[in-house]
């Protein structure tokens, strides 16, 4: 099993509707949950950050976490075309130094048409 | 802020040669990881510090790679010899904790090398 896993996509949906992303983890450990976006080409970017569970809101994202499912999401509203990049969820995990790092997912690819 | 720096942002070098990645960190920052992406393994972790200590480089692939940090604000990752299959975008990307908790990482804009 992944350690992150992410439907690869790709994610089609048309402008102005709701994008949703999916992402489970495998380690009941990890505590901090993080959502980034990545331009062909470009480096990753961070978007959105989640610790607790429950939803989270920064304009048209919001994160939402469930960690009795170990369950990550991201819900982008009124998708725009400029949102069509892959999105990499990323969990924490604490190593067997006992400092923590991130693990990404591969990624999932999001197309918003005109 | 100026955020990570990384040169350069493309390299071609002939099999064999010996590859040296540039890494600057933001000022600041404890936590300096180092990773690699290719369409088909995506983002690897290859090896991170903090406070410029090696922490975990259990993810370098092979001896012929090695990582430095020598001071807070500069770091390295060298391939000797280089070979094909190294070919990838590597990315360094640092990131400050608090109370036990790390906060996301910023990459540098990355570099692609290719090895022919």
């Known amino acids: 099993q992944k350690e992150v896993e992410q439907n690869s996509g790709p994610l089609s949906v048309p402008e102005g509707a709701i994008a949703s992303l999916n992402c489970t983890y495998s380690d009941r450990g990890s505590q901090s949950f993080f959502w980034y976006r990545q331009y062909s080409g470009k480096s990753p970017e961070l978007i959105m950050f989640i610790y607790s569970n429950g939803d989270k809101e920064d304009g048209r994202f919001t994160a939402q976490l469930n960690k009795a499912s170990q369950y990550v999401s991201l819900l982008i509203r009124d998708s725009q075309p400029s949102d069509s990049a892959t999105y990499l969820c990323?969990?924490?995990?604490?190593?067997?130094?006992?400092?923590?790092?991130?693990?990404f997912g591969t990624g999932t690819r999001l197309l918003v048409s005109p | 802020d100026a955020g990570v720096i990384q040169s350069p942002r493309h390299e071609v070098t002939e099999m064999g040669q010996e590859v040296t990645l540039r890494c600057k960190p933001i000022?600041?920052?404890?936590?300096l990881f180092w990773y690699r992406q290719t369409m088909m393994r995506g983002l690897e972790l290859l090896i991170y510090?903090?406070?410029?200590?090696?922490?975990?480089d259990s993810g370098m692939p092979e001896d012929r790679f090695s990582a430095k940090m020598p001071n807070a604000s500069f770091s390295t990752l060298k391939i000797q010899p280089s070979e094909p299959r190294d070919s990838a975008v590597y990315f360094c990307?640092?990131?400050?904790?608090?109370?036990?908790?790390?906060?996301?990482?910023?990459f540098g804009s990355g570099t692609r090398l290719t090895v022919v």
């Open positions: 990307a640092s990131s400050l904790s608090g109370t036990g908790v790390l906060y996301g990482y910023t």
């Open positions: 000022s600041g920052h404890d936590y």
């Open positions: 990323a969990v924490t995990q604490r190593g067997n130094t006992g400092f923590q790092k991130l693990v």
């Open positions: 510090f903090n406070n410029n200590v090696p922490i975990d």
